[in-house]
């Protein structure tokens, strides 16, 4: 049990992403010129939405928020064969209504 755990906190800092944030990116793995949707979830406490932001170049971009589906969602669509990996972070409300702040990656492959 202890190997477990110290295996699953290697993984976390590893990818530098809170336990408390799922990516849900179907294997990571998508057909050039597909448009595809990579979904970002994190806790939502008292109804307070969590904010994901994306680091692009010098720019912060906000990803935009699906209600009904309760995560934020990163679309898009790439023509060349490679492997992408942007950061970003996450602001949300903890059960203790405290602001938390954590940082993730979105990885993902193309190819053709």
Known sequence: MRAITILFSLALISCNQSSDINIINNNGTFSSGETFIIELYAPIYKEIMPSFYLFSDQDTLALPFDFEKQCAVYKATHNIEKKHCYK?????????????K??????YKIRN
């Open 88 to 100: 970003g972070y996450v602001v949300y409300a903890t059960a203790d209504n405290e602001k938390k």
């Open 102 to 107: 954590s940082n993730y990656e979105i990885r």
